[in-house]
């Protein structure tokens, strides 16, 4: 076990690194190998699920669910989440949408991603950096059921009266693989675990689990570039676009929920527990919504996205210790 808790604090320790080894050997071998990407999609984007689901079990299994109840008393993260996803980020995307894409189907693809909350990563990212799971699963539910009530109301303007029809089919589908799921097994894990031993095996498989994670996030990070390796070469001049508009808009939304949070009182767990998902989006999920509602250019903004996302998210989990010192000081 001590092994496991070496390699573990050197994965984290050292995560960016890791991660750009994932990026350029995916990147790599999508370009080599791109008909067998484009072939056997369905399978990868299978793979990406089924990691995504190892990221978030390991922490539900962490979570004492007797705790929940408490965040009932104040749901000021749940709301500040909300905020950031429907009110905040819509705006600075706007702005940003009209200073930098200039392409009318890029530009309601942009739109479009940006309204599209809570990447399936956000829990797993709260996991990392020891933030609420607990209020990360609550407000990833919350924003989620918001979707498709919200996303046409925007459209209706923004897409000057263009109806576009939700994947509710799709969206309960991921919550099921990477919220539902994950929270029912990870509930009976840890009722298995603390009756067949007590809570000490969970401390004792902490390292495990956090090893688990972090390899997951890897190998999301690696497929989703695998995928979009071709694409990357053929399009370079709007992945340059979009890499500047997201560092922009991750910059302008980090440090302002950063700044915000603590403004309203609210401690680092909490913070950490809503801010991966406030600033993260569902590109899966946009990119269906793109392809049927108006076709594939508009889907460009959304198949893009991720690459900068993963990037500059995982640079602010780097960021964690800073991050919890600046709450903890008065």
Known sequence: MNFLVRITANLKKYFIFYSMVSVLAGWFLGVKFSDFSLNHRISFTRLVILFVFF?????????????????????????????????????????????????????????LVMLIPVSSSSVGYTGIVKGSVEIASIAQAVNFLLIPILTPVYFHFIGRGVN???????????????????????????????????????????????????????????????????????????????GVVTLIYLSIALLLETYLNKKVG????????????????NNGTAVAIASLAFGPMVAVPAAVLPIFQIIFLIAYIHLENLVKKYFERK
Not at 269 to 274: A, K, L, R, S, T
């Open 55 to 111: 990221m978030i079990y390991p922490m539900m299994i962490n979570i004492n669910w007797l705790k929940v109840k408490n965040i009932a008393k104040d749901p000021k993260a749940i709301l500040m989440s909300v905020f950031y996803n429907y009110i905040l980020t819509p705006v600075i995307a706007l702005i940003l949408a009209k200073l930098f894409i200039h392409d009318n189907e890029l530009f309601l693809g942009f739109i």
């Open 164 to 242: 576009i029809p939700i994947p509710m089919a799709e969206i309960w589908r991921s919550l099921l693989y990477v919220v539902i799921l994950p929270i029912i097994l990870g509930v009976i894990t840890r009722w298995g675990l603390v009756k067949a031993k007590d809570e000490k095996a969970l401390k004792e498989l902490k390292p495990l689990f956090s090893f688990i994670t972090l390899v997951s996030m890897l190998f999301v990070v690696f497929i989703i570039f695998f995928l979009k390796g071709k694409m990357l070469l053929t399009k370079i001049h709007l992945v340059i676009v979009m």
């Open 266 to 281: 609210l401690s680092y767990e909490e913070h950490m527990g809503i801010v991966f998902l406030s600033t993260g989006k």
